[in-house]
């Protein structure tokens, strides 16, 4: 340290001195910024806005069906006829478009007791979208339990792997805040990663039972966003799937009814709760197309799917399916 | 002074201020506290950057030690190198390393396992006793053309959800304790694997409760449990407080054969507990149509006096015949029987059959059904719903006189 005059300090000790201090200020403004956690709300504390999704779904096309009901026994097949109903996949899918894919894969269960999307469900999409010209397609779910597990033992992680797509796992860098004025989900965290670069959305899900809200489909399928611990939404569990069709305008949802777990979901785990619907449902309007899983596929009373209800209540879908411009097709 | 004299204002008010020189001793304890509050800083973000759940949980695994019989220190060692040793070897002999007993409420129970060897920790030979299974014990099963595919996942009742997600609640409601699970995968077939859950309850009620709840009415029984069926791909069944499920991935042979295997080692290596199913056990075993037993733990028949009831359905002289029972204290179930009696009396019609062996009958109309109802003893019975109330009677009665046990 350079010795200070017994007038004061000298020019250069003053420039030293004053350059460090600002160094260190500097450096505590970096390490604090780094610090800070911006996706971390604090209710009450601090205003913040997070991410709204853009809408991914394309303009209402009044000349083809928003909905689309076909009859099959093999996926591809099905998928096939369902989306050539629809006015086939280059409706949606445009060349060079970053697709989305958005299976159900929240169980480490086997594809035979259709918990989660089926393999050949995927496989017959993911052909699809291609053949519209789409440049990628990523495949993105945030299941609570190991998600390379989930995605291994449900087959997807093969799908994957044999039609080139880009399977995502969740990591803590992959949230982003989620701001929606919805009934029950205002802000949350949400696996944003897959979105960042995609421009088209399908979500891709099965048909099935489930334990809280009845039943798990289209709608539903969009809970695997979601970050954090959400299993505390299962209180509200209605109204927050009644938030999904605002938080999510995708460009196009597909219902996987060839296999439907009728009983003891979401998991299910015998064959016996499975039964054979033979069906692909795929539409633009996620309410009316689980409107119908449940009353054809589950063949159950629509009265009591309340999430469904409070959807079509405020305008995010239509639960009455058969008010929809349908087409209902054999594969 | 003297240095205040010689820095004397230039003029005017002006003040100058000196500094004085900083020693060298000052300045490295100011480095060393900015690099402990740096580090402090550090460690704080590393920490709290993740919300760990069990950070508070008690480490149960830690009782281990306490929870063996201690037979020296050589079995210890022993059975830690076998840990250590199961879990990365391939499996090519067909030997079974039972893993520890789960919890066992009565002193009956845990001596029923006590021959078993015990491949963690536990002891084997003469004298040796169930250990209670702590949180952390690995599911270690060694049978030939199988190998574990992942390690053993635990869950608490709190954070099932993390596993079975939605479906959580419904083993919440029949008090779940915890899951163990682990995957197996078939050696021979790649993609091919068995999945173990084990489920434990706070009772073997509760365990059977869940059972019940998730059974497959096409299930088929199986020979080596009682409480068991299977299905195309699985197998099902309550040991003790375990309801355990069996899940292949497919329906190739060698899978649903390593899957039945895993089910057998499981129903033999888990520790019998039917404290509490009493009722269950006095359930007539004639006529009695295969997965048709539940379990109803409260309020049946309407009843706030029969809980913790079985009931089954029985064929019987060509009609199906729906049968409860409950096991309580002589003078409980006489009590209820009253009550329920009255009860009967009070919104239909009762008639009072002779007895037959000592136990009191009655049949009643009641809300458009027939229902005939006996007390003996510490057992309180009947076939309720039936459309001939005369074949319900019969029933009954043949059941009393020991004709259809």
Not at chain 2, 217 to 231: E, N, R, V
Not at chain 2, 242 to 268: G, K, P
């Amino acid at each position: 340290m350079a010795p200070i005059s017994q007038d004061g300090i000298t020019r250069r000790e003053f420039v030293t001195r004053v350059g460090a201090t600002a160094a260190l200020m500097a450096g505590s403004v970096i390490a604090a910024r780094s610090l800070w956690q911006p996706n971390h709300f604090v209710p009450g504390f601090e205003k913040q806005r997070g991410l709204q999704l853009p809408s991914y779904a394309l303009a209402l096309d009044k000349l083809l069906p928003s909905m689309a009901i076909a009859h099959g026994e093999a996926h591809e097949g099905t998928i096939r006829a369902a989306i050539g109903a629809l006015g086939g996949m280059g409706r949606f899918i445009k060349r060079g478009d970053v697709v989305m894919i958005k299976p159900n894969v929240a169980f480490d269960r086997p594809p035979a007791l259709a918990a989660t999307t089926h393999p050949d469900a995927l496989r017959a999409v993911a052909k699809l979208v291609f053949e519209a010209g789409a440049s990628k397609i990523i495949v993105a779910d945030n299941p609570i339990n190991s998600p390379a597990g989930c995605f291994l033992k449900s087959g997807l992680t093969a799908v994957a792997s044999e039609m080139n797509l880009e399977l995502m796992y969740p990591a803590l860098k992959h949230f982003s805040p989620l701001q929606l004025d919805g009934e029950i989900l205002k802000n949350w965290t949400f696996f944003h990663e897959p979105f960042k670069n995609a421009n088209k959305v399908i979500g891709l899900s099965p048909c099935k039972d489930h334990n809280l809200c009845h039943a798990s489909m289209t709608t539903k399928n969009w809970y695997g966003l979601l970050g954090g611990r959400r299993n505390q939404f299962h209180q509200h569990i209605h109204s927050i799937v009644s938030d999904f069709p605002l938080m999510m305008k995708p460009t196009l949802v597909i219902l996987d009814g060839i296999n439907v777990l009728m009983s003891n979901g979401p998991t299910g785990g015998r064959l016996s709760d499975v039964k054979r619907m033979s069906t692909i449902v795929a539409g633009t309007d996620m309410v009316a197309v689980d409107s119908y899983g449940y009353t054809h596929l589950l063949e159950r009373n629509l009265d009591e799917l309340t999430y469904l209800h409070k959807a079509t209540e405020r305008n995010l879908g239509n639960c009455n399916w058969k008010d929809s411009f349908y087409k209902e097709v054999q594969a | 002074m003297a240095l205040l004299q010689k820095n004397k204002p230039p003029g005017g008010n002006r003040h100058s201020f000196v500094r004085t020189p900083i020693p060298v001793s000052e300045n490295l304890i100011c480095v060393v506290l900015l690099v402990i509050i740096a580090a402090i800083g550090v460690a704080i973000f590393l920490k709290g950057r993740h919300f760990d759940p069990d950070r508070f949980n008690v480490k149960v695994s830690s009782l281990n030690s306490t929870s063996s019989s201690v037979v020296g220190k050589s079995q210890t060692i022993a059975a830690t190198t076998e840990i250590e040793s199961d879990s990365t070897k391939d499996s090519t002999k067909s030997q079974t390393t039972p893993p520890r007993p789960m919890p066992t409420e009565s002193p009956a129970a845990s001596t029923e396992t006590g021959g078993a060897t015990d491949g963690e920790g536990g002891v084997e030979g003469v004298g040796a006793r169930s250990t209670p299974m702590v949180k952390g014990e690995p599911l270690e099963i060694v049978l030939e053309g199988m190998k574990p595919m992942s390690p053993t996942e635990f869950y608490n009742a709190d954070n099932l959800y993390e596993k079975i997600d939605g479906r959580s609640p419904a083993y919440q409601n029949f008090h779940v304790q915890a899951l163990r699970c682990r995957t197996f995968a078939v050696t021979s077939l790649p993609g091919s694997f068995v999945d173990v859950y084990e489920y434990t309850f706070d009772s073997a009620v509760d365990a059977f409760g869940m059972f019940s709840l998730e059974r497959d009415p096409k299930g088929k029984p199986t020979d080596f449990i009682a409480d068991g069926y299977y299905g195309d791909m699985g197998w099902f069944f309550r040991r003790g407080l375990v309801y355990v499920q069996i899940i292949a991935s497919d329906q190739n042979l060698q899978t649903i054969t390593l899957a039945e295997a895993l089910a057998r080692n499981r129903a033999r290596e888990l520790p019998e507990n039917d404290h509490g199913l009493e009722g269950r056990l006095m359930l007539p075993t004639k006529g009695l149509i295969p997965q048709s037993v539940s379990f109803i733990p409260d309020n049946a028949q309407g009843q706030a006096e029969l809980r913790d009831v079985f009931v089954a359905a029985y064929s019987f002289d060509g009609e199906r015949i729906p049968f409860f029972i409950m096991a309580a204290k002589p003078d409980e179930a006489s009590r209820a029987w009253k009550l329920f009696h009255d009860f009967c009396m009070r919104f239909g019609k009762v008639e009072d059959l002779p007895d037959v062996k000592g136990s009191k009958i009655f049949s009643a109309q009641l809300f458009g059904k027939s229902k005939v109802v006996y007390v003996r003893g510490g057992e309180l019975g009947g076939v309720f719903d039936v459309s001939d109330v005369n074949k319900g009677q019969a029933f009954i009665e043949h059941y009393l006189r020991g004709e259809n046990k």
